[in-house]
Antibody
């Protein structure tokens, strides 16, 4: 059974840092690209960052570029999001999501349950 | 950046009725890259439709997707009580950002 379990969320002051983790199990982690998606309270979904299966290709949303860093450890089946210079508007539930990219089909098929990040003084 | 606009924002229907949700893209989206997700309160999104029209594993056949180019539709043929939720379209093309629509809330009338 595919499982994605996020951790590391919490309350942090503006300007602070936080590191999120996503533990993957039930599939060959190193074969899949991964993404972080966030959802502010009462709002819609916002894609945050992408990392390829090997970690060689990385993308960020403009809203987090230069402040957030995505990484992965394929030996440990883990995905990370280092978040620096946090702002009030980064307050959200952060989900990790597995990406499928095959001929004729691209989508996020499995999502974790999310971890809440609250940026507030 | 491809902007996805969903309509209506809220749809009020009764169980047994047909629901039609729209997703319009600001520029053409390859059908392979368009997906639909369902989200219930306090839960993660769940994949319903990928490739614009293919149902994900375990999704009932009352859910169907259609469309191409800039106009896509999610149809629920006969609403069940568990179908009342928020629905998002999503494009996961070959270039970021991988945008979502703002969502359509399907509520019980």
């Amino acid at each position: 059974e595919v499982q994605l379990v996020e951790s590391g969320g919490g309350l942090v002051q503006p300007g602070g840092s936080l590191r999120l983790s996503c533990a993957a199990s039930g599939f060959t982690f190193s074969s899949y690209s991964m993404n972080w998606v966030r959802q502010a309270p009462g709002k819609g979904l916002e894609w945050v960052s992408y990392i390829s299966s090997s970690g060689s290709t990385i993308y960020y949303a403009d809203s987090v570029k230069g402040r957030f860093t995505i990484s992965r450890d394929n030996a440990e089946n883990s995905l990370f999001l280092q978040m620096n210079s946090l702002r009030d508007e980064d307050t959200a539930v952060y989900y990790c999501a597995r990406g499928i990219a095959a001929p004729g089909r691209r989508y996020f098929d499995y999502w974790g349950q999310g971890t809440l990040v609250t940026v507030s003084s | 950046e491809i902007v996805l606009t969903q309509s209506p924002g809220t749809l009020s229907l009764s169980p047994g009725e047909r629901a039609t949700l729209s997703c319009r893209a600001s520029q053409s989206v390859g059908s392979s890259y368009l997906a639909w997700y369902q989200q219930k309160p306090g839960q993660a999104p769940r994949l319903l439709i990928y490739g614009a029209s293919s149902r994900a594993t375990g999704i009932p056949d009352r859910f169907s997707g259609s469309g191409s180019g800039t106009d896509f539709t999610l149809t629920i043929s006969r609403l069940e009580p568990e179908d009342f939720a928020v629905y998002y379209c999503h494009q996961y093309g070959t270039s970021p950002p991988y945008t979502f629509g703002q969502g359509t809330k399907l509520e019980i009338k």
